[in-house]
């Protein structure tokens, strides 16, 4: 009984302190605030549990990248490009062959980089003006989006803008981090 009467008085001291120091319109005023912003704290940034979860959430594509051959679908830049690869038609990854010259608009990807673990915007951009290359083509559609999102979508002829709209190839060119 000794305890509870010690519990008593402890809690009556901390109520009677914090009556003498705020105010009902005080109270009434941060319990609103707390209300109020309660439904955004699952909005904020949290980190995962572990390295486990993260790998489980990585697509098919992402688990098999590779960064050594970039003549091959498996490179990492290439998680959403479809058509023949400029590196195997006399260009890189970036550039556009001889003859041919670069769209002026792209679609865009997010791609993991399995060196780092972090993800890049690539932008994939149609080579135009020369015979189609053929070669190493590649139909990855990890990041495609439906024709309503045209600015993601893989399949559509990029060569806007050039001379001729006759494909070439495409690249995969790294814009930034996507952070």
């Known amino acids: 009984m000794r305890d ?44 995962r549990a572990s390295a486990e979860t993260a790998e489980a959430e990585l697509t098919d594509i992402q688990k098999d990248a590779q960064t050594k051959d970039d003549t091959r679908c498996t490179y990492w830049r290439y998680c959403a490009i ?10 890189t ?39 189609a290359c053929g070669r190493c083509r590649c ?11 045209p600015e993601l979508n893989n399949e559509i002829i990029w060569c806007f803008g050039t001379r001729s709209m006759q494909y070439t190839c495409s690249t995969a060119a790294i814009v930034g981090l996507a952070e």
């Open 4 to 47: 509870s009467g010690h519990l008593d008085r402890l809690a009556e001291r901390l109520t009677r302190l914090l009556a003498s120091r705020l105010s009902r319109r005080n109270i009434v005023s941060r319990l609103g605030v707390a209300l109020t912003a309660a439904p955004a704290l699952p909005l904020l940034p949290y980190g």
């Open 82 to 91: 479809s058509g023949s690869l400029c590196t195997c038609c006399g260009g």
């Open 139 to 149: 139909s990855q559609h990890d990041e495609a989006s439906p024709a309503y999102r």
């Open 93 to 131: 990854t970036s550039r556009c062959p001889p003859g041919s010259e670069p769209s002026l608009t792209s679609w865009i990807g997010t791609c993991r980089n399995p060196d780092d673990g972090r993800f890049y915007v690539i932008a994939y951009r149609d080579c135009c003006g020369m015979a």
